[in-house]
């Protein structure tokens, strides 16, 4: 019913900067909170950064300041500007929407993207 499509992750040099997207795709009338989490082998999947659709932004500690997260709500899409990125941030970066509402339905529900790999060298 709702899909979610990532873009943006890839390889870049310590320092450097990437921007992440995710669409939402599908009958969809609202979304709560769009965000991102990232997940490395063998750790918990964390939260990175969370947008609620009034604009309120919420952030790792270990990003604030670096990352940025917005969305346009009429597209349906949220954005992670990553900047001045060290090799922590190596992870598959999960885009996930909470609180959907589709057309035609009094039933919410959260979703998952598939995944895009960022990788940071140093």
């Known amino acids: 019913q709702v899909q979610l499509v990532e873009s943006g992750g890839g390889l870049v040099q310590a320092g450097g900067s990437l921007r992440l997207s995710c669409a939402a795709a599908?009958?969809?009338?609202?979304?709560?909170?769009m965000g991102w989490h990232r997940q490395v082998p063998g750790k918990q999947r964390e939260l990175v950064a969370a947008?609620?659709?009034?604009?309120?932004?919420n952030y790792a500690d270990s990003v604030k300041g670096r990352f940025t997260a917005s969305r346009d709500n009429a597209k349906n899409t949220v954005y992670l500007q990553m900047n001045s990125l060290n090799p922590d941030d190596t992870a598959v970066y999960y885009c996930?929407?909470?609180?959907?509402?589709?057309?035609?339905?009094?039933?919410?529900?959260?979703?998952w993207g598939q995944g895009t790999q960022v990788t940071v060298s140093s």
């Open positions: 947008v609620t659709s009034f604009g309120t932004t």
């Open positions: 996930r929407a909470e609180g959907v509402e589709l057309k035609n339905s009094i039933r919410r529900g959260d979703y």
């Open positions: 599908g009958r969809i009338r609202g979304i709560f909170v």
